[in-house]
C-alpha cells in the first residue's frame, strides 16, 4: 500500500496541494481496495496486488489529465449519501449541502411539497426527503442524460422523486402547488471562466453552470416569475448564488412582491444562498 501511496503522491504533488492529494488517495483505496478509514490505517503495510495496483495507476493517469476524482470513480459523497455523477451532471458540492441543510431546518415537521429546478444528479430532493418526515418532491432538468443520473440515484436511495424533463424557459404555470422551490442554477458568468480550475472547465457540464456576462441572473428572474404562481402562498423560494450577485438578486426578488428576504454566507463567509417568500 506504501508503494501506491507514492505513486499516487508523486505524481500528483505538482497539481494538488497536500491535504487534497491525501483525500484522494483515500478515496481512490476505499473504492479499489473495499476497505474503512480506519482497515487502510491498520492494512497499511499490506501489499497490493498487481491488478490493483494497475487500476490505481489508470486513475492517477486520469488525474494528471485533471479529470475529476468523482467521475473517475463515478460517485462522489452528499449529505452523508452516496450519490453516481456522469460528466452529464454537475459534481456536488459543499455549498449546495449548506443550502439542504437550510430548507432541512426550516421545514423539518411541515411535510411541505417541494421542487427543484435543474437538479442534475438529484442530490438536493433525494436529500431532502431522506431528511424531512413526509416531505414529497418533483424535480426538473433539461437534460435527459442528467435525468437518468437522478433517477438512478433515487432508486439506489430508495426514494421516490417525481422527475421531469423539463426546458424552464418553456414550462407551463402549476399555480400554488408547491410549499418549495429550491435551484441551484446556472450562476457563474462567462467572464469567470478564467478563474475556473482546469478540471471544472474541462469536464463539467458548461450547460449548467455558466451564465452570460450581459444577463448573470438569466435564471433567477425565470425562476422567480414562475415560482410567484407555482408556490403556495408564504411558500419559500431557496437559491444558491454568485457571491458577487447577493445584493443584485435581493433587489430582483423584492422587485416582484417576495418578503422576508434573508441573504446568508456559507461556511466560508460568502454571500451564496438566498430564501424569500411568496406574499399572501
Known amino acids: 500500500m506504501q508503494a501506491a501511496k507514492k505513486i499516487i503522491s508523486d505524481q500528483l504533488s505538482k497539481i494538488y ?60 459523497h452528499f449529505y452523508g449519501l452516496t450519490f453516481k455523477v456522469t460528466e452529464s451532471v454537475l459534481i456536488p458540492r459543499s455549498e449546495t449541502e449548506e443550502l439542504v441543510d437550510w430548507i432541512i431546518q426550516d421545514y423539518t415537521e411541515l411535510a411541505p411539497k417541494i421542487l427543484d429546478i435543474g437538479t442534475g444528479s438529484g442530490c438536493i430532493p433525494i436529500s431532502l426527503l431522506l431528511h424531512i418526515p413526509k416531505a414529497s418532491a418533483e424535480a426538473w432538468d433539461i437534460s435527459e442524460q442528467a435525468l437518468l443520473v437522478a433517477n438512478g440515484n433515487a432508486i439506489n436511495n430508495k426514494i421516490e422523486v417525481n422527475f421531469r424533463h423539463i426546458d ?19 450562476y457563474v458568468t462567462d467572464g469567470e471562466k478564467g478563474l475556473m480550475h482546469q478540471n471544472v472547465l474541462d469536464y463539467e457540464p458548461h450547460n449548467a453552470l455558466f451564465v452570460p456576462d450581459q444577463d448573470p441572473l438569466l435564471f433567477f428572474a425565470k425562476i422567480a416569475e414562475l415560482a410567484l404562481i407555482d408556490l ?26 417576495y418578503v422576508n428576504l434573508v441573504l446568508k454566507k456559507d461556511l466560508n463567509g460568502k454571500d451564496r444562498m438566498i430564501k424569500a417568500q411568496r406574499p399572501l
Open 168 to 186: 424552464l424557459f418553456k414550462a407551463s404555470e402549476e399555480p400554488s402547488k408547491y410549499d418549495v422551490i429550491v435551484s441551484n442554477p446556472p
Open 232 to 257: 403556495k402562498p408564504n411558500g419559500h423560494l431557496y437559491f444558491e448564488i454568485n457571491e458577487q450577485f447577493g445584493q443584485e438578486i435581493s433587489e430582483l426578488l423584492s422587485s416582484k412582491g
Open 17 to 76: 496541494p497536500k491535504e487534497e492529494i491525501a483525500g484522494i488517495t483515500k478515496l481512490i483505496f476505499e473504492k479499489i481496495l473495499k476497505l474503512s478509514g480506519i482497515q487502510l490505517h491498520l492494512q497499511k503495510d499490506d501489499v497490493i496486488s498487481a491488478a490493483n495496483l494497475a487500476e490505481i495507476k489508470d486513475i492517477v493517469n486520469q488525474l494528471v489529465q485533471f479529470k475529476p476524482i468523482q467521475y473517475i470513480l463515478g460517485e462522489s
